[in-house]
């Protein structure tokens, strides 16, 4: 016979307050802080001047990443599928290069396209998305249907991704583009386009039934699959859609220096893998905030300003973020190591 003791089952029952977690961004947010406040400090040491307090060096900052933070939402989502996309760059140059050969003037000799001169922008626009979204389709096909790895899958995309905008553009510029055209690269409007993607697909990601998919697959392709998810054609929804945003980073890339060459986006793809990595995003799957890729992109933003600021040398800078990307992944192997203890 067992006798309840009150004051024991009192004790048992006593609320325990559980401790507050910060938000997952909250340390990505202070690294920034950091970074920032040490580039302010070493500016005025080296050069006597303001690194923060500068609006205009902040608005390049903000402008020169935009295009990498459209290119790193789509790689978030495939990062946290487990996958990867090593083909974002080059879409760029090729939608770069068709979004700009039906932007062109009318009273340029030398159009790509004559018959097709002083399209309303909307055409332009269209036409390098859907090369973006075409591109995306191939990546996600191939990975889903024959079960290449997406290194190999995206690897293979982007050469011959710059080897169409080579072919088309025949190695010169797709100059003399139209001023409707050229307002989507104009400005801040590259920046109230990337903040409103990140927001749509912050959204999607944490209230949607794509998005729950999408972490699903990352954390566990198979239980996804045996639970009833169509891994094969979310796979493609995902690589599509970072495709299409890819094509509109060509778009707005062609816009902003009023031209399309096919040079455009190289080493974009590991500028936009090296945001989502440093944000938080894990390259084994199933985790990533769009919130923390908006960070990344910042921190990065801020240290390619920073290096350029005290003048160091590009190959230097080149060089760190490569080391970053090293040590963002080690330390992500670390939290998946006590994850699983």
Do not use: C
Not at 128 to 151: C, D, E, Q, R
Not at 216 to 224: E, F, L
Not at 243 to 249: E, K, N, Q, R, V
Not at 304 to 329: C, H, L, N, P
């Amino acid at each position: 016979m067992s006798i309840f003791n009150p004051a024991v089952g009192a004790q048992s029952m006593t609320y325990k307050p559980t401790k507050r977690k910060w938000p997952p961004e909250a340390g990505i947010f202070l690294v920034l802080i950091g970074i920032s406040l040490f580039f302010e400090a070493i500016g005025w040491y080296l050069n006597g001047q303001s690194f923060l307090m500068n609006p205009e060096r902040l608005q390049i900052i903000i402008l020169q990443m935009s295009v990498i933070g459209i290119i790193a939402v789509g790689v978030n989502m495939v990062i946290i599928t487990s996958g990867i996309d090593l083909s974002s760059g080059s879409v760029v140059a090729a939608a770069a290069v068709v979004s700009a050969s039906l932007a062109q003037v009318s009273d340029f000799p030398r159009a790509v396209f004559p018959q097709l001169t002083d399209l309303p922008a909307i055409w332009p626009i269209l036409a390098g998305v859907t090369i973006g979204l075409v591109i995306g389709l191939i990546n996600g096909s191939l990975i889903a249907f024959t079960a290449i790895p997406p290194f190999i899958a995206t690897l293979g995309t982007m050469v011959a991704a710059r080897g169409f905008a080579k072919w088309f553009t025949g190695g010169m510029p797709v100059s003399m583009l139209t001023d409707d055209f050229a307002w989507i690269g104009s400005g801040v409007i590259p920046v109230v386009i990337f903040l409103v993607i990140a927001a749509i697909f912050h959204v999607v990601l944490g209230y949607t039934r794509f998005g729950k998919f999408t972490y699903a697959i990352g954390a566990n392709r198979q239980a996804a699959r045996v639970s009833g998810i169509n891994v094969n054609r979310h796979l493609i929804w995902i690589y599509a859609l970072a495709g299409l945003l890819s094509g509109i980073a060509g778009s707005v890339t062609a816009a902003r220096a009023i031209s399309g060459q096919s040079g455009m986006g190289v080493m974009y793809e590991l500028d936009a893998i090296a945001a989502v990595v440093i944000g938080g995003s894990s390259l084994a799957g199933g985790v990533g905030r769009m919130t923390g890729t908006v960070i990344g992109v910042l921190i990065l933003g801020v240290m390619t300003s920073g290096f350029t600021f005290i003048r160091i040398d590009a190959y230097y800078q080149e060089m760190v973020k490569g080391a970053i990307i090293v040590v963002a992944v080690v330390a992500d192997q670390y939290r998946q190591r006590n994850r699983r203890s």
